[in-house]
């Protein structure tokens, strides 16, 4: 998703919980960013936390 639909998402959603059930990727100006965001929420993750949120969910 776009990086601005990731600040949209965000600032719609608050301070809600959120499981981040799917993360998709970060692009600005048609490039990626590296950068992964929550499509429920917004969220922001780099590659390493998305790396250790998908670790936690094997747990
Ligand atoms: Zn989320």
Known sequence: ????????????WGDAPCEHPQLAKVY???????SFACIKCGHMFSFR???ELAAARRA
């Open 28 to 34: 600005d100006l048609g490039a990626h960013t590296g």
């Open 49 to 51: 936390e998305k790396a």
């Open 1 to 12: 998703m776009k990086q601005k639909r990731a600040e949209e998402l965000r600032e719609a």
